[in-house]
């Protein structure tokens, strides 16, 4: 990670590049509504962003509900794939996590996302069950993944 990156909060004045980074990554994108109702109407949405030099290169998401965190999602635009800053992010929503008493963490990641999966596991993620038909676009089957935290 370069020293132009830090981590921070994502603002409303962000969602415009979060949803380049959203349309960029997923064939699903989330609505900029969306993304504002999380900022404001969520008491449990807590949203980081990776910022290199004023761009969003990535972001992650997560609901946190008393001591477990669920990630909504993570995505790191095209140009800053391959350097491990998925990883730098969800290490940080991890610490952001656990230093608010989380002690479990779960995600859904698509059954043909093995880039993602093997992050996951690299970071002690376990399948703990399958979403069947979970995305829309495909109809998807979707894992279920744990880890303590």
């Not at 998925?86 to 996590?97: D, N, P, T, V």
């Not at 995600?107 to 399958?130: C, D, H, M, P, T």
Request: proline share 1%.
């Amino acid at each position: 990670m370069s020293k132009t990156m830090t981590f921070r909060f994502m603002r409303e004045e962000d969602i415009d590049q979060v949803m380049i980074v959203e349309r960029q990554s997923f064939s699903l994108p989330w609505s900029r509504e969306a993304f504002y109702n999380e900022l404001y109407h969520n008491q449990f949405a807590k949203y980081l962003v990776l910022e290199d030099g004023g761009k969003i290169a990535g972001y992650c998401g997560a609901w946190i509900v008393i001591d477990e965190a669920h990630i909504t999602n993570i995505a790191v635009l095209p140009e800053y794939r391959g350097k491990k800053l998925g990883e730098a992010l969800l290490l940080k929503m991890i610490e952001l996590s656990r230093s608010m008493g989380v002690i479990r963490m779960t995600l859904e990641v698509r059954v043909s996302n093995v880039a993602a999966q093997s992050l996951y596991k690299k970071l002690g993620f376990q399948k703990g069950g399958i979403r069947r038909n979970y995305y829309t676009d495909n109809l998807e089957d979707a894992y279920v993944m744990w880890v303590n935290i």
